[in-house]
């Protein structure tokens, strides 16, 4: 079962967690009373290529987190994602002689979705974020903006799902299109008195789109996402310009409650270098952008509640399979006192295809089992 992550959130900088692709939210929520914990980072590295007698040196960009996501109901979901490390490449941060911000922003995200018609493949939903600045610093090369004020975004999501009934086991394809407002009027972007502070409210269009593919235990995406600025930030502000990247993942699930996750971003377009370097500090070649040619993806996402998540898949299984039976009975027992009979001949109809297909899924692993106690 594939409930991941990361979304390293597009309207972010970071993963808000629950279902999702690397950086494309699904439309779907989690079920009611699923607690997920989620810890990952990312990274960039580079090369100075300095001229002669000059000395080289590596430079990194790296960013730590974590992400808790609870399912309040069948279609809200909360979550809690707080950046624990952030490289900044410049004196003024707390840790490793100004280097990095630790901890960084705080991100809270209120999701609400898994709005779809039965048996339909599709499903919508949205998602809203507020960012707290809690770091040090902001403003960080290598890095999308941020304002160090309370930033806004919200982002309409749409899914497909091509088994509506078991969406898990099919391939899908997300879209999410947002819109991020940086409330940014009035802040400076450097330490000195010359340099303007922002004169309006800087606002991105964010956009993402994937694809999933599960194979068994091993699943597979391909993802496109852009920002580009509707309002750009002031001079000195870092990462002013069009940016997008293609994402591969590979997603690992040993067991329903482990993800394990891997991913790298390509950059496909930037746009013109649009910052000012008069005031902040410049990158140290020429050769390094203000967003990386590739960035590097590790995670793992562990379920935490409910328990019977720990169970074994032919067991949970066969509860689904009871307890959809009573579900069964108990809507033909009030099918005759129902107006719209139609409607209702519907909803038996696609509960019972639910329990065909678990039961189709239930008898493959009870074949698999029977194989492999021939073979010892």
């Not at 639910?354 to 039961?359: F, H, P, R, S, T």
Request: proline letters at 6%.
């Amino acid at each position: 079962m594939v409930f991941f992550l990361c979304m390293t959130n597009v309207l972010a900088t970071t993963s808000l967690g629950g279902p999702g692709l690397i950086y494309t939210q699904s439309a779907k929520v989690l079920p009611k009373g699923y607690l997920e914990w989620f810890a990952g980072t990312r990274y960039f590295g580079k090369i100075a290529s300095f001229k002669t007698n000059q000395r080289a040196f590596t430079l990194w960009d790296v960013q730590g987190l974590f992400s808790l996501n609870y399912g309040l109901n069948p279609h809200l979901t909360i979550g809690l994602s707080p950046i624990l490390y952030q490289d900044i490449n410049r004196e003024g941060g707390n840790f490793w002689q100004g280097k990095a911000n630790l901890p960084d922003d705080i991100f809270v995200s209120v999701k609400f979705g898994s709005f779809s018609a039965l048996e339909n493949p599709f499903a919508f939903g949205g998602l809203m974020t507020v960012r707290i600045p809690t770091a040090n610093k902001h403003n960080i090369i290598y890095e999308p903006y941020s304002s160090g004020s309370i930033e806004v975004g919200i982002t309409g999501l749409a899914s497909y799902y091509s088994k509506p009934a078991m969406p898990d086991m099919g391939w899908s394809a997300h879209l999410n299109v947002g819109y991020l407002n940086h409330n940014d009027v009035g802040r400076s972007l450097s330490n000195s008195p010359l340099d303007a502070a922002a004169q309006s409210m800087s606002s991105e269009i964010l956009f993402s789109q994937g694809f999933l593919y599960p194979m068994d235990t091993f699943s597979f995406s391909a993802e496109i996402t852009a920002r580009y600025f509707l309002v750009r930030p002031p001079f000195s502000a870092y990462s002013r310009e069009y940016v997008s990247y293609l994402t591969f993942g590979v997603y690992y699930n040993p067991y329903r409650w482990l993800t394990l996750e891997m991913g790298v971003d390509l950059r496909l377009a930037s746009g013109q270098d649009l910052t000012s370097y008069q005031y902040i500090p410049s990158p140290p070649t020429e050769d390094f952008p203000n967003y990386p040619t590739w960035r590097g993806l590790l995670g793992m996402k562990l379920g935490i509640l409910p328990f019977s998540l720990f169970q074994s898949e032919d067991a949970q299984l066969r509860q689904k399979a009871k307890d959809r039976k009573a579900i069964l009975e108990k809507m033909m027992d009030q099918q005759s006192s129902t107006e719209n009979a139609e409607q209702e001949l519907s909803r038996i109809q696609a509960e019972r295809k639910k329990v065909e297909d678990e039961l189709e899924r239930l008898r493959k692993l009870l074949e698999a089992e029977k194989q492999k106690e021939k073979k010892e």
